[in-house]
């Protein structure tokens, strides 16, 4: 992801004023670019190879040929210079768009149709080449796109199939597509969505939401939420969401395994410990000390229930210095204190905190 925002100077006649707006509108909603529009009309005596040339100021220039903008007669020694020689000299990305039925030079590349923005869109974004949707998807997945590919939103479908090739085919739209499986609670999943993003969250769940609000807000993401919407990995900003009812069949990590194991009504008790010492190996390793605090604080209730003594200790120690980490120093100690009381361990004799 770019750290400067790329900019775009467009070059069109007064009378295709308002289509090269509809393009800058739909370029600011699905691509990350700052565009000169104004600064792009042709004023009184400019022609397109003029202009061409000031819009080297920017990144990329994005010629608009219409009757009003295109001579009658333009010989290659006019425009050659300025449309092709000069920009690939200054390593200015040039691209053209054909507004009507006029005629520009064959040989100027890319040139697209004003009908087919997403083409722009894709060109501005430097996205790879496109595979379109397979058939059975082709007419829903065009549906999908103009509701959140080609700007940001949120949509819900039932479809697991469609989902995966909406995020395939359309993938070139975004910064990246991210797939956020079902899991047992929301650190978990906010977890796994961090580690996708290479984002280390070691705070507390409000605090890692709030990252992941601010980063995701600012790009154009796609996250895919299967199996279920969870409101608070739903994000605004330049972010699309895709929620999945119908979850994917996906081979899971062994930290998805866990917490599901340990999260699980079914699983034994022998089971349960021994996902909860994975959880606790697995987020302590990768720094996602919300989901092990979490996973701790489950244990330790199911120890409780179970009159376990031992798993209480272990699972209350590993709580206490979470706490530490976060610095809630008093709730630390005093959970320390109880675990020792409890537990027969040696406690201090004065203390200068209340119970």
């Known amino acids: 992801m770019q750290a400067l925002t790329p900019t775009l100077f467009p070059c069109y006649a007064p009378a295709d004023r308002e289509t090269a707006r509809r393009i800058a509108q739909f370029l600011h909603r699905g691509a990350d670019v700052r565009i000169f529009l104004e600064e792009g009309e042709l004023r009184e005596g400019e022609d397109l190879a003029a202009k061409a040339r000031e819009g080297r100021v920017a990144d990329m220039v994005l010629v608009l040929f219409s009757r009003e903008s295109l001579p009658p007669r333009w010989p290659r020694a006019v425009w050659e210079a300025p449309l092709v020689t000069e920009p690939a000299a200054d390593d200015v990305r040039i691209a053209f768009v054909r507004c009507d039925d006029c005629t520009p030079p064959k040989v100027l590349a890319p040139m697209f149709d004003v009908r087919r923005l997403r083409d722009i869109k894709r060109w501005v974004r430097r996205s790879p080449a496109v595979d379109h949707p397979e058939p059975e998807h082709a007419v829903d997945a065009e549906v999908l796109a103009l509701d959140i590919a080609d700007?940001?939103?949120?949509e819900t479908i039932h479809n697991a199939a469609l989902a995966a090739e909406?995020?395939?085919?359309?993938?070139?739209?975004f910064d990246a597509v991210l797939r956020v499986w079902p899991a047992p609670t929301l650190a978990a999943a906010a977890g796994d969505l961090a580690a996708q993003l290479g984002l280390k969250l070691e705070g507390e769940l409000p605090e890692n939401l709030g990252r992941l609000q601010s980063f995701c807000s600012e790009r154009r993401l796609l996250i895919v939420l299967e199996g279920e919407a969870r409101p608070e990995l739903i994000f605004e900003g330049r972010c699309s969401t895709l929620i999945s009812t119908e979850p994917s069949a996906i081979p899971l990590d062994p930290l998805q395994q866990a917490q599901r194991a340990l999260f699980s009504a079914d699983s034994s008790w022998s089971d349960a410990c021994t996902a909860a010492r994975q959880i606790r190996r697995i987020t302590l390793d990768q720094r996602r000390l919300a989901e092990c605090h979490e996973a701790m604080e489950h244990w330790n209730a199911l120890a409780q229930?179970?009159?376990d003594a031992a798993i209480q200790n272990e699972s209350t120690r590993e709580m206490v210095?979470?706490?530490?980490?976060w610095g809630r120093t008093i709730e630390a100690i005093q959970l320390d204190y109880r675990r020792k009381a409890s537990f027969d361990e040696q406690i201090p004799l004065a203390f200068d905190f209340e119970l």
């Open 166 to 173: 909406f995020a395939r085919a359309f993938a070139p739209d």
């Open 305 to 307: 229930a179970r009159d």
């Open 321 to 325: 210095w979470i706490l530490e980490a």
């Open 151 to 154: 700007r940001p939103g949120v």
